[in-house]
């Protein structure tokens, strides 16, 4: 199995294998079984699955599915199958976009997603909070949010704050825009799985720390931690080379932010942005290397709009 194949969040199915008891004894073979099914009946039953299997998995998987009001509220307070609450929650946040009053009732369990230890779930709580920039609830969760752990989770929280006329999230903002030093999450020996320059997805495995002494990471399987992206980008250069010793919370890596994290950052900083953001903003008004125009122009954008504040404060 290579990298990418392990990258996989649920694998579709489990396959099983009966071993044959070689204690049997033989059985006869006939040449002719008259229950043999037809040739042409095998070959549409296999043609009906290979059809209907990744038909149902992407429709039981796909958040454009419009789930009722049991579903919605299942999903949103049962967090057992994630896809399925990160579905909920995609579809609640669409409801408060809409200003649908029927979505207050989905507020309180919104707000205890916010607070599970599932990380993925605070990420999308932040989000679909900001399509409610009325609730003081949300507002307060979301500058709680700024303080999380992940550093996604925290510069959702800042671009939701965004709505809600807070600039409490201006320096996360900054932070999207510069590289990010990865730590270790266990103690041990790394063993890096991508090379520099690769261009990875949120959740990609970067490296495996496997532990010395069996005791930091017993959480884990024996194989050892998985190091996981926290965003989506590029992998600028190690500082732990293959088979090192690190210990938890050690810098590891240099991660170049992702064009789409950048281009919600510059947008976000076009309204709230503060001079001690200009020198970034300005490094990607000039291009920078693997960013398309478009983020060239949002950068200029933003230069000229904290350069308009800075001349009207004076």
């Not at 890096?192 to 990471?217: C, H, M, Q, W």
């Not at 693997?290 to 954008?301: D, K, S, V, Y």
């Amino acid at each position: 199995m290579n990298d990418e194949q392990e990258n996989e969040r649920t694998p579709l199915c489990c396959s099983s294998f009966i071993v044959p008891n070689s204690s049997f004894p033989p059985r006869k073979v006939l040449l002719t079984d008259p229950r043999k099914v037809p040739p042409v009946f095998t070959m549409l039953l296999a043609t009906l699955a290979f059809v209907l299997v990744p038909f149902l998995f992407w429709y039981l998987t796909w958040f454009g599915r419009i789930l009722n009001d049991h579903d919605l509220g299942k999903y949103l307070t049962d967090t057992s199958v994630p896809h399925q609450t990160q579905h909920a929650i995609a579809q609640l946040g669409d409801m408060m976009a809409r200003h649908d009053p029927a979505a207050q009732r989905w507020h309180p369990p919104l707000l205890a997603l916010a607070r599970n230890q599932e990380s993925q779930f605070r990420l999308m709580a932040a989000w679909a909070m900001g399509q409610d920039a009325k609730s003081d609830d949300f507002h307060q969760s979301l500058l709680t949010l700024l303080r999380d752990p992940e550093p996604a989770v925290r510069w959702n929280a800042a671009l939701a704050l965004i709505r809600f006329g807070d600039a409490s999230g201006e320096p996360e903002l900054h932070l999207m825009l510069r590289p990010y030093t990865l730590p270790a999450p266990a103690t041990g020996t790394i063993t890096p799985r991508v090379k520099e320059k690769y261009a990875f997805d949120s959740g990609t495995v970067l490296a495996r720390i496997k532990s010395e002494n069996g005791d930091e990471n017993r959480d884990e399987n024996r194989n050892g931690q998985d190091v996981r992206a926290p965003m989506s980008g590029a992998l600028e250069r190690w500082i732990a080379g293959d088979g090192a010793h690190v210990v938890r919370g050690d810098a590891i890596a240099v991660l170049a932010p992702g064009a789409d994290q950048v281009w919600e950052a510059l947008r976000a900083l076009v309204l709230v942005g503060q001079p001690a953001d200009l020198e970034d903003v300005e490094r990607f008004a000039h291009g920078v290397a693997g960013m398309n125009e478009r983020i060239r122009m949002q950068a200029e954008l933003t230069d000229k709009a904290i350069r308009g504040r800075m001349a009207n404060r004076e």
